[in-house]
């Protein structure tokens, strides 16, 4: 079974105009953490944001905030105020317990394209 | 800062040929793993290692086998490869703990790898 699913393989946003991108997982962990990372065209992966299973907030780093709703186990990131240089592949990810450390795995991401 | 440095970036093999790719950090981290990422199905763990000396399969491992090391090192090589291998490769790293964990997972650059 899939442990991180995102259901959007591709979206399209009007640059300047608010985008959410879904992610939902599956764990029966209490302890828990979610990730999300942007992938541009040129590879690399670059961290956005993180929310941790007992955070009670809701992250938020800058444009981007982590709409984390526990009992429906979704963590939707939402970017306001596109920019034309958020054009990528976005990737969700859970940190859960394996043997005492941690495992990650992640979704199959979703292609963001802005437009002008 | 280094961070995870991995090489080759680029590598062409024939069928049937080996090859190892190698990972290195240098931020003390104790847990490493291998990601493979095709088109459509997003980053899919092969191996990864909670801690030094430890290896534990992901969700695609055959085909591949992978060494930790040292807590620096986690290579992952190919023993004869295969097209259906042809893939980005990235290697990552993160800190372990499950209390108080870093909330962020450190990634190479990423390997390209084709098979004819």
């Known amino acids: 079974a899939q442990k991180i699913t995102q259901t959007q393989p591709g979206m399209f946003v009007q640059e300047k105009e608010a985008v959410t991108l879904d992610c939902t997982y599956d764990?029966?962990?209490?302890?828990?953490?979610l990730f999300w990372y942007k992938q541009p065209s040129s590879g690399e992966m670059i961290f956005l944001i993180y929310q941790g299973s007992y955070d009670e907030q809701n992250a938020t780093e800058g444009r981007y905030s982590l709409n984390f709703q526990k009992a429906r186990k979704s963590a939707n990131l939402v970017i306001s105020a596109s920019q034309l240089g958020d054009s990528a592949m976005y990737f969700c990810a859970m940190r859960e317990p394996s043997g005492g450390y941690q495992k990650v795995t992640f979704g199959t991401g979703t292609k963001l394209q802005v437009i002008p | 800062n280094a961070g995870v440095t991995q090489t080759p970036k680029f590598q062409v093999l024939k069928t049937g040929q080996s090859m190892t790719l190698q990972c290195a950090q240098d931020m003390n981290h104790n847990s490493m793993y291998w990601y493979r990422q095709d088109p459509g199905m997003g980053l899919r763990l092969i191996y990864y290692s909670a801690s030094e000396g430890t290896t534990d399969k992901g969700e695609v491992p055959n085909g591949y086998n992978v060494s930790r090391l040292n807590k620096r090192e986690f290579s992952l090589r190919l023993e004869s490869a295969a097209p259906s291998q042809t893939s980005v490769y990235f290697c990552?790293?993160?800190?372990?703990?499950?209390?108080?964990?870093?909330?962020?997972?450190?990634f190479g650059e990423g390997s390209w790898l084709t098979v004819v």
């Open positions: 764990t029966s962990d209490q302890s828990y953490g």
């Open positions: 990552a790293s993160s800190e372990a703990r499950l209390v108080g964990a870093g909330n962020t997972i450190y």
